[in-house]
DNA sequence: TATGAAAAGATAATCCC
DNA sequence: GGGATTATCTTTTCATA
């Protein structure tokens, strides 16, 4: 349970998060070290629990996923069973991608994929109204997706003041 | 470019898309293929593009990354130069890991990580606000995440009605 | 305790049917 | 699409510092 990443172990994760195609091999190249310790500090990555899992990233458009929308929803009180239940309703629905629970005025953002608008009208009486507790649902459609990313901001080389840096562990 | 997927097409997808560390023979097992054709399906589900890439997922919270929030931002009328601009800034700040243009009275939809409440103040006053065109922040911080993937809807054997069945291509 | 070189094993990629 | 072959990469072992 040594916890501690060294900048090698840092530049592993970046390369990894942002193609995880990568030989060991290759990597070892690109941050100047041989293949074995290379493969270790991997494993070990891995092993702890920094590299969670390894997935192929497919492309939405292509899929006929044209749309997203943030549906912004209002839950009335649950107990802990409802909850439970919520939650993996939530799971069992493919369409949603993210959600969370938030403070404020409503009570859960989600993030769902859809071919058109038609088919997300349907999924909001359908789907989205008949989860357990939903009052309100307030539905914004994206325009156009700037930025997506899996990668998670890292501490940088020049120890520039990244989010990743600043909190003490 | 020929653009439609079978079956066999789908159920590689969908595996990759959850675990993309299995091993072509490993794969072709589960869906009941040989290795050969097995490999020569993901590799043109590549080159079609289908498959965009493949990243390693990190645990957010062992890199001390707890908070998440969601920034909608008002941003005054930019010309194509400054949007240009605006688009690289986003890009260029790691701890935005989504950004969209949205329809509505807020203009864009962003997903900040961050370590915790005081670097994300800081942040929406060093970083956000100073964007170009930037005239209004309004923060939602989420309590819990319930759900976070990166894989698509693909439509299912059963012919379930799901979001990637319903769209003609 | 970490590295590098090299062998052993597994997998990817290509061939032919 | 399947089977067999080759090339490449991963993983282990072992020697070294």
Chains 1, 2 share one sequence.
């Not at 060294?6 to 195609?21: G, K, N, P, T, Y």
């Not at 629905?93 to 994929?113: A, R, T, W």
């Not at 088919?119 to 357990?132: A, G, H, I, N, S």
């Amino acid at each position: 349970m040594s916890d501690d990443l060294d900048a090698i172990d840092l530049r592993i994760l970046e390369h990894l998060q942002q193609d995880a195609s990568l030989s060991t091999a290759e990597l070892a190249d690109k941050i100047g070290l041989s293949q074995s310790p290379c493969w270790r500090r991997i494993q070990r990555l891995r092993d702890e629990g920094y590299i969670k899992r390894q997935v192929a990233i497919l492309d939405r458009t292509k899929l006929g996923l044209d749309m997203q929308i943030f549906a912004q929803i209002k839950v009335g009180r649950l107990d802990d069973t409802e909850r439970a239940a919520f939650e993996r309703s939530i799971n069992n629905v493919p369409e949603i991608v993210e959600c969370y629970s938030v403070f404020g005025e409503l009570d859960l953002m989600i993030k769902v994929v859809a071919p058109d608008v038609r088919w997300y009208q349907e999924f909001v009486f359908d789907t989205l109204m008949k989860l357990p507790g939903v009052q309100d649902v307030r539905s914004v459609m994206t325009l156009s997706e700037m930025k997506y990313t899996t990668a998670m901001p890292l501490p940088r080389k020049g120890g520039a003041r990244t989010a990743a840096a600043s909190k003490k562990r």
